[in-house]
């Protein structure tokens, strides 16, 4: 239990890290909600799907090969190795982007707006070259400095957003002393500003002398080539579905409109995500360092009862009070309000694949994760290429659910085959039948659209709570761990 302290007070700080600039990046759904049409909001949808899939090509598994060998070589090697490993490629990707800008706004339909291309190639270049240092803050334990960038660029971020898509609006149509007319293009030139600014932050944290250590590069692409394949197949796994809304929506449906309406309703599930980011940011480090360790199967164990137990928890409150966060993203786009339990449960079983996937990193396996992710990546494909021009954006909830959850199943059984962790299977399947009954009443109630149902929604979440920590005798546990939440994140 010390060491699950230990990592949660960790996590909370990475948790800053990503709570806050999500909460902040949140605030922006609403108001991208009420400027911009369906068809609009798709635009931002598609276009940085595109971008999550180039950011994990650029970075190509370099970070997690870093922590790899951070605890096995000389470091100050190793930080230089990956830091300019990583400035040389992105430096050739910024050049060919450059150059071919018009050609790949035209192959994506963008052909009116190629500035489009050349605002996303810059800051995919500006992020990939702060990639290794922002690393380096987390091996070195330095979760505070790592939570105050990433919280800055943000605010950075949403500042800009606030400037360009309504102050200078109203102040063009207020005062007539200047004509501004409002864009998509300026939430991608916000985008850029606040990634320059993280950069410009970081070059102090730059290797000051040019060390490259070849053989230690070679070794280091070895362990991250397969984590490549993997993030690139996980990340087209998350993000291809836009692709086929886009492509492939049913006929006389707007494709754009319904890809803004599938994205805005994403946005709802957005505090899972958080999470789970979170747990990651925290976990490689941590585990990493402490693979040694006898007592660290059983850890990992803990950990993921811990992170189920939370998931369980976030989605009963989003589904509780879906009343209240649907005026988010406007009743335009209430629609699609159907997918987002599907897309709750998707995000939670994610969660669980991460929690997994750390046997195959800490045992060097990582072509296992290539096999799995490769494998759920093709099942998405096929499933929305033959069911979303039918059912359209609603399959494709359904089929990022159905893909995670074999993956899960894949990554349990071999794990047990080839790097055993005592998970309490039997006691998270309890709690999973218990909250599968809650949930149940709460979609049954909401769709009695009872003007009490929020009390009732939210009455239940509060019984599981009870149950769970009177369950797991954490009553003491959690009262101590708040009182001295302060000394954990010092520590």
Request: hydrophobic share 55%; aromatic share 18%; net charge positive.
């Amino acid at each position: 239990m010390s060491q699950i302290k230990k990592f949660a007070g960790q996590a909370f700080v990475y948790g800053l890290s990503s709570i806050i600039p999500r909460f902040l990046s949140y605030l922006l759904v609403p108001i991208y909600a009420r400027i911009f049409l369906p068809n609009e909001y798709g635009v931002i949808a598609d276009l940085y799907a595109i971008v999550a899939i180039l950011n994990i090509i650029v970075t190509y598994g370099m970070e997690t090969a870093f922590f790899k060998f951070s605890n096995q070589s000389e470091f100050r090697n190793v930080y230089s190795t990956a830091f300019f490993s990583l400035l040389f490629s992105s430096s050739l990707f910024l050049f060919l982007g450059l150059i071919f800008n018009k050609n790949i706004a035209a192959f994506i339909d963008y052909s009116g707006n190629p500035e489009y291309i050349v605002y996303f190639i810059l800051i995919i270049f500006f992020d990939a070259i702060c990639a290794i240092p922002f690393v380096k803050l987390r091996n070195d334990n330095k979760a505070l400095k790592f939570a105050t960038l990433k919280i800055l660029n943000v605010v950075v971020n949403v500042a800009l957003n606030v400037v360009l898509l309504i102050i200078l609006p109203w102040m063009s149509g207020k005062f007539h002393v200047f004509h501004f007319e409002l864009n998509v293009k300026y939430v991608f030139i916000a985008n850029l500003i606040s990634s320059l600014f993280v950069f410009l932050t970081l070059i102090k944290d730059f290797p000051i002398k040019f060390k490259f250590d070849f053989r230690l590069w070679k070794k280091m692409m070895v362990y991250a080539f397969p984590l490549l394949i993997a993030g690139l197949a996980g990340m087209i796994n998350d993000n291809i579905d836009r692709q086929f809304i886009k492509y492939l929506s049913p006929v006389g449906h707007d494709a754009m409109s319904d890809l803004g309406i599938y994205f805005a309703n994403l946005k709802i599930a957005v505090i899972l995500v958080v999470f789970t980011q979170t747990f990651r940011f925290a976990a490689e480090p941590f585990f990493f360092k402490r693979q040694e360790d006898k007592s660290s199967k059983d850890t990992l164990a803990q950990v993921m009862k811990f992170f189920i137990l939370v998931c369980l928890v976030v989605v009963l409150f989003t589904m509780a009070n879906i009343s209240i966060f649907k005026y988010y993203i406007g009743e335009k786009y209430w629609s699609g309000l159907s997918i987002v339990p599907v897309v709750l449960g998707a995000n939670v079983l994610v969660g669980v694949y991460v929690n997994l996937s750390i046997w195959y990193k800490l045992s060097g396996k990582t072509m296992y994760g290539v096999y799995f992710i490769v494998f759920g990546c093709l099942l998405t494909i096929i499933l929305n290429y033959f069911l979303v021009p039918v059912y359209g954006y609603q399959a494709a909830a359904y089929n990022r659910f159905i893909s995670y959850l074999l993956m899960v199943l894949l990554c349990y059984w071999f794990g047990t085959k080839n790097y055993s962790i005592p998970y309490d299977v039997k006691r998270i399947g309890k709690y999973l039948i218990i909250f599968l009954v809650g949930l149940f009443i709460i979609l049954f109630l909401n769709s009695l659209h009872l003007s009490f149902l929020i009390v009732v929604n939210n009455l239940l979440l509060v019984i599981f709570v009870y149950w769970i920590l009177k369950s797991e005798n954490l009553w003491l546990v959690t009262w101590n761990y708040v009182k001295n939440l302060k000394k954990l994140i010092i520590k």
